[in-house]
C-alpha cells in the first residue's frame, strides 16, 4: 500500500520527497524523487548507510547507484550520495533530502566482465582511466610479490611488514575502496572504512609499488 501511495504521490509532482517515500519505491523512481533537480543515470540500487558516529542527530545517508559502465580496462559507475535530515522530534520517516552529491567508483573486470565486481571510490583528480591503470599496477605488482617488504611499513603491528610472502597474502585478500592521488603519487586504500587502512603509493611510470602502509586513521 505504501507503495502504491508513493506512486500516486510522484505522479502527481509532489514535492519534497520523504525518505519514506523514497525508499517506498523502486529504484528508479526513487531516484527520479530524490534526485529531482540532478542531471543523473537510470538508479539500479538504493542502500542507506549505517549510521556514522560523526554524523549530528537526524540524518539518514543514501546511496543510489547508476548502472555500471563497461569500459576497456574495467567498470566504471556512479553512485549518488543523498542526505536526509529531519528535525528534533520529527518521526525518521520524514526527513528530506539536504544534499546530494555524485561520486566515481571504478573496478577491475572478474573473468572479463563487470559482474559482482568491487567497486573503488574514486578520490583527487583521477579519472577513471587513470585510476583503473592504478589498480592494474597494483594488482601486477602484487602478482610478481618481490620486493614488497622493502617498502613496507606497519604502525599496528600486525605483522604486515614480515616478509614479501605475508605482504603479497595480505594486498590480494583486501579489497580497493579508495584509488586517489597525492602530492603526485597515485594511491590504493585497501580494507574497510573505520578499520586499520593499508595505503599502498605506486609508480605509473614504473608500474611499480613504491610503498605500502598500514596504520589506524584518525578517529572523526
Same mark, same amino acid.
Given at each position: 500500500?505504501?507503495? @502504491?501511495? #508513493?506512486?500516486?504521490?510522484? !505522479?502527481?509532482?509532489? #514535492?519534497?520527497?520523504?525518505?519514506?517515500?523514497?525508499? =517506498?519505491?523502486?529504484?528508479?523512481?526513487?531516484?527520479? %524523487?530524490?534526485?529531482?533537480?540532478?542531471?543523473?543515470? $537510470? @538508479?539500479?540500487?538504493?542502500?542507506?548507510?549505517?549510521? %556514522?558516529?560523526?554524523?549530528?542527530?537526524?540524518?539518514?545517508?543514501?546511496?543510489?547507484? $547508476? !548502472?555500471?559502465?563497461?569500459?576497456?580496462?574495467?567498470? *566504471?559507475?556512479?553512485?549518488?550520495?543523498?542526505?536526509?535530515?529531519?528535525? +528534533?522530534?520529527?518521526? +525518521?520517516? !520524514?526527513?528530506?533530502?539536504?544534499?546530494?552529491?555524485?561520486? *566515481?567508483?571504478?573496478?577491475?573486470?572478474?573473468?572479463?566482465?563487470?559482474?559482482?565486481? +568491487?567497486?573503488?571510490? @574514486?578520490?583527487?583528480?583521477? =579519472?577513471?582511466?587513470?585510476?583503473?591503470?592504478?589498480?592494474?599496477?597494483? /594488482? $601486477?605488482?602484487?602478482?610478481?610479490?618481490?620486493?614488497?617488504?622493502?617498502?613496507? /611499513?606497519?604502525?599496528?603491528?600486525?605483522?604486515?611488514?614480515? !616478509?614479501? #610472502?605475508?605482504?603479497?597474502?595480505?594486498?590480494? %585478500?583486501?579489497?580497493?575502496?579508495?584509488?586517489?592521488? *597525492?602530492?603526485?603519487?597515485?594511491?590504493?586504500?585497501?580494507?574497510?572504512?573505520? *578499520?586499520?587502512?593499508?595505503?599502498?603509493?605506486?609508480?605509473?611510470?614504473? %608500474?611499480?609499488?613504491?610503498?605500502?602502509?598500514?596504520?589506524?586513521?584518525?578517529?572523526?
Amino acid at each position: 500500500m505504501n507503495s @502504491i501511495l #508513493a506512486l500516486v504521490m510522484l !505522479s502527481l509532482g509532489q #514535492a519534497p520527497a520523504t525518505l519514506a517515500e523514497v525508499l =517506498s519505491l523502486p529504484p528508479k523512481p526513487a531516484g527520479e %524523487r530524490a534526485l529531482a533537480s540532478e542531471a543523473h543515470g $537510470e @538508479i539500479v540500487e538504493v542502500e542507506v548507510l549505517p549510521p %556514522r558516529g560523526m554524523n549530528p542527530p537526524g540524518v539518514v545517508e543514501v546511496d543510489m547507484w $547508476e !548502472s555500471t559502465n563497461t569500459l576497456y580496462a574495467g567498470c *566504471q559507475r556512479q553512485s549518488w550520495m543523498v542526505t536526509f535530515r529531519h528535525g +528534533r522530534g520529527q518521526p +525518521r520517516d !520524514s526527513a528530506q533530502p539536504f544534499s546530494k552529491y555524485a561520486q *566515481q567508483h571504478v573496478a577491475l573486470k572478474d573473468g572479463g566482465n563487470c559482474v559482482g565486481v +568491487r567497486f573503488a571510490e @574514486i578520490g583527487g583528480t583521477l =579519472s577513471a582511466d587513470q585510476a583503473l591503470s592504478t589498480l592494474i599496477v597494483l /594488482q $601486477e605488482a602484487v602478482k610478481t610479490g618481490r620486493r614488497l617488504k622493502s617498502v613496507c /611499513q606497519d604502525k599496528t603491528k600486525s605483522g604486515l611488514c614480515r !616478509s614479501d #610472502a605475508r605482504l603479497k597474502q595480505e594486498l590480494e %585478500r583486501l579489497s580497493p575502496w579508495v584509488v586517489t592521488n *597525492q602530492d603526485g603519487a597515485n594511491e590504493v586504500w585497501l580494507g574497510l572504512p573505520g *578499520q586499520p587502512i593499508t595505503v599502498v603509493t605506486t609508480d605509473a611510470e614504473n %608500474r611499480a609499488i613504491t610503498k605500502v602502509s598500514r596504520y589506524v586513521p584518525a578517529p572523526f
